[in-house]
């Protein structure tokens, strides 16, 4: 858990998870698979991210070892939520007025929330990429305060690249399902990222297939066809 | 009477295990299958399980009639013909292999009874979980014609009884025609009854150019063949069947004392018709719409001339019979003369000679074929009219015993006849504007007791007269798209079921539909491929505009000699590819 500021800011494309920024730490979770991210603000850290570094749609990571194996465990950011503790005095506010570092449950400022849909899993390897991708669902479960840092674009592509080459979006039917209302247009937004990081043609045609199976599946939804 | 038991299982014969009963369908003898393989049944394939009836075990056999897909990737994975489907569910992580199921609907044809010879409907549809397989190869070719396998013919050596021990093409009589086209080329073998077909009457129904002629060919081939020796006659208004002579010297065609098919070939100089043969109806469809008055005359005039013992008069004698009997100057007798001499005395159709005998027209182990295309229609129809009643007496006679009859001095046939008809529509129009027309409905509604049969080939069936068609008892049905000739097969053609005319517009040349009294339920087959040449491809126009212009450049002055004819000109052999 470091808290020096990531060097490696500008290289988004980098297929490293290190020295990635940190953008929050879990809170609590909702599900096996759906977890709350309070996003660091300027008290957490000395860089905290900005708001396009942790906008809808953004791919996360947290890494983890398990059993003696680093892994990653990959997730996007599909909503958010503000809280204001001083708004009608609603919000949970236990926090002492001293207290610097963020404790879960003890809201005293404003805060940002991050709802993360958990997407599968990878292995870390020696050089700090990442390999044989997974889009099952986790089995290990998160913990309170782990670390989720922002996947650069580099890592996202090699989480999505099937084992042929080809673009692997497995999770896409359970976060569809788990995002909700929001589901089609976090994938909307996955899609247009991918489309950036899987340029050539076939892969760009595929992604053209998907998308409209996903606005042709909202839109059948929401009932304005059939 | 289980015809595959356990045993079978794990033979190459048929037997292949395709799915599983899900539920009864719509109708009382229709029932859903689910198969998760693709390739395994084809609409029209024949399936089988087995149901206890009466306390015996039975082995049904239900056609498949409909399939489609109960699962499989969404269309949205198709959105894009460039993007494989496959691929949009290996990136989404949707498996692909083994994921897709069909729903087929079957229809019960029914359990092979032995005593029977047919099938026996055992009203009763298989249990949702009954596993189904594909009904044995051999078990088919027993079952499916109307070949009369019963009890004995099934036994095996070890005493069971099994439908897929017959062996069908050891019988005789039988027309290998082609294989069930769902099955792998000559995996089923479909032998067709030629007594039935022959009894019974026969039509090939398809529109031009879908195998009318070839499949009639093949017929032809076999009926001929030394397990059969059949007195065939063909009207070829074509010259279609010049190449059926091929058949001698082919060993396949060669029996038993020196047996080989004879093919006789009549062309319209052994075709005259005497006068005396002619109906009085037949003289006044010939004549131009005579009056009244003049068909009276007429009528008179015949009759006393049928009276007489010669049978060569001619219109010579009957006018003068005519005269003396109204008058020199009736003005009737006078405008019938004229219609006379023109239509009949100056036709070389006519003769007042004696006729071909029949004996030397048709015999057993001939097959006759009458060339006709020269003739008009009307001649056409008259040839037919007057032979078709020549030698429906004569078969009459025979049948009769009548050839010990001292009062009987006319012709005696003794062994059945089959007669073919291209252009079938031409001879028994719907339309009945045709003299032939009544003796063919008699044949086809009475022949069969008298061993005459008739088999008619024609690309509009909706044109053939109904009651001719009607009596037709198997049909050979090719591809047929015009929906009126669709209607009247589905009008006459009982034994056409729905998915069986279904099929019809999508056939291509030499696959067919057999139906009727020949077999035990329709079947869709390819028919096989003809021992002789097809003598009706279409001339090659563009091969032969390339030979003839290299003929002609090869001779630059051949065209100015050989009109001077005489002398030693070979021009016209060359012309004619001999040297
Ligand atoms: N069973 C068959 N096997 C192979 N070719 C066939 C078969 N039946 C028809 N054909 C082809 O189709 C063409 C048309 O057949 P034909 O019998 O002359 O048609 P139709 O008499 O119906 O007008 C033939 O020239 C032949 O090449
Ligand atoms: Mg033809």
């Not at chain 2, 005519?322 to 003769?351: C, H, K, P």
Request: proline share 6%; hydrophobic share 35%.
């Amino acid at each position: 858990m470091s808290n020096t500021s990531p060097s490696d800011q500008s290289d988004s494309q980098t297929t490293r998870i290190t020295d990635c920024l940190a953008i929050g730490s879990i809170v609590s979770s909702n599900s096996h698979m759906d977890y709350t991210v309070e996003i660091f603000n300027e008290t957490d850290r000395e860089r905290a991210p900005g708001p396009a570094e942790c906008e809808f749609g953004q791919p996360v990571f947290i890494h983890k070892t398990i059993q003696d194996t680093e892994h990653v465990i990959v997730g996007v950011i599909y909503d958010t939520h503000l809280v204001d503790p001083d708004q009608g005095r609603s919000g949970p506010r236990l926090a002492q007025g001293d207290q610097k570092q963020f404790t879960p449950g003890y809201v005293e400022e404003r805060t940002k929330l991050a709802g993360v849909a958990l997407l599968g899993t990878a292995e870390v390897a020696a050089d700090g990429s990442i390999e044989n991708p997974s889009h099952q669902m986790p089995r290990w479960t998160l913990d309170v305060e782990d670390i989720v840092e922002r996947c650069p674009d580099g890592v996202t592509r090699a989480f999505h690249t099937g084992t042929d080459g080809g673009i692997l979006i497995a999770y896409m039917e359970r976060l569809l399902d788990l995002a909700g209302s929001l589901g089609a247009e976090v994938m909307l937004v996955l899609l247009d990222r991918l489309r950036e990081s899987f340029p050539t043609d076939e892969h760009q045609r595929v992604l053209d297939v998907i998308e409209k199976d996903v606005r042709w599946q909202s839109s059948v939804d929401r009932g304005v066809m059939r | 009477m289980s015809s595959f038991g356990p045993s079978s299982e794990s033979t190459g014969d048929g037997g292949k295990l395709v799915g599983t009963v899900a539920g009864p369908g719509d109708g009382p003898n229709e029932f859903f299958i689910v198969t998760p393989d693709e390739q395994a049944v084809k609409t029209g394939e024949f399936i089988t399980y087995s149901v206890i009836v009466e306390g015996e075990p039975q082995d049904v056999i239900a056609r498949v009639t409909n399939r489609e897909q109960a699962r499989g990737l969404p269309e949205t994975f198709m959105a894009d013909p460039n993007v494989a489907p496959e691929t949009v569910a290996g990136t989404l992580g949707v498996p692909t292999e083994d994921i897709d199921l069909y729903r087929l609907e079957a229809t019960v044809i029914g359990f092979y009874d032995t005593q029977m010879q047919t099938f026996a409907n055992p009203r009763q549809l298989p249990q949702p979980g009954t596993r189904l397989r594909t009904a044995p190869d051999k078990m088919l070719e027993a079952v499916l014609p109307n070949i009369g396998v019963d009890e004995a013919d099934a036994r095996t050596t070890g005493g069971e009884v099994d439908l897929s021990s017959v062996e069908v093409p050891k019988r005789d009589g039988l027309a290998h025609m082609g294989w069930l086209l769902n099955r792998e080329a000559g995996a089923v073998d479909v032998h067709v009854p030629i007594d039935e077909f022959a009894a019974t009457h026969l039509a090939i129904l398809a529109s031009t150019g879908s195998g009318k002629s070839y499949t009639a060919g093949v017929l032809m081939e076999e009926m001929m063949k030394p397990d059969v020796r059949a007195s065939l006659l063909v009207f070829d208004p074509h010259g279609e069947y010049d190449t059926l002579a091929e058949m001698r010297g082919e060993d396949i065609f060669e029996g038993e004392s020196g047996y080989q098919p004879e093919v006789e070939y009549f062309d319209p100089d052994n075709l005259q018709i005497r006068i005396s043969e002619l109906s009085i109806g037949d003289v006044m469809s010939i004549l131009d719409n005579p009056s009244d008055r003049m068909q009276e005359r007429l009528d008179g005039g015949w009759r006393a001339m049928q009276q007489r013992e010669s049978r060569t008069w001619g219109v010579d004698e009957l006018l003068v019979e005519m005269y003396q009997q109204y008058g020199e100057d009736d003005s009737s007798v006078g405008a019938l003369e004229w219609r006379l001499r023109r239509s009949i005395q100056r036709n070389d159709l006519f003769t007042t000679d004696v006729n071909v005998p029949l004996e030397e027209l048709v015999a057993p182990g001939r097959c006759t074929v009458l060339q006709m295309d020269t003739l008009s229609r009307r001649d056409q129809q008259m040839i037919a009219t007057v032979l078709l009643r020549r030698l429906y007496q004569a078969r009459l006679a025979a049948v009769r015993g009548r050839e010990d009859d001292p009062n009987y001095d006319g012709e005696i046939i003794d062994f059945p006849l089959f007669s073919l008809f291209e252009e079938g529509h031409r001879f028994a129009p719907a339309t009945g504007e045709a003299p032939s027309l009544s003796i063919m409905r008699t044949i086809t509604s009475e022949g069969r007791k008298f061993g005459f049969g008739l088999g008619i080939i024609s690309q509009r069936p909706s044109k053939i007269d109904q009651d001719v068609l009607s009596q037709c008892g198997t049909q050979v049905t090719m591809k047929i798209q015009n929906p009126t000739d669709q209607d009247a097969i589905k009008n006459s053609v009982e034994a056409a079921g729905e998915d069986v005319l279904r099929e019809l517009p999508g056939l291509t040349p030499g696959q067919a539909v057999v139906s009727g009294d020949s077999m035990n339920t329709p079947v869709l087959i390819q028919v096989r491929k003809r021992h002789t040449q097809h003598g009706a491809d279409s001339i090659p126009a563009t091969q032969e505009w390339r030979t003839a212009h290299q003929r002609h450049q090869e001779q630059p002055t051949r065209s100015e000699s050989a009109d001077m004819g005489g002398g030693e000109s070979s021009g016209e052999q060359n012309l004619l590819g001999e040297d």
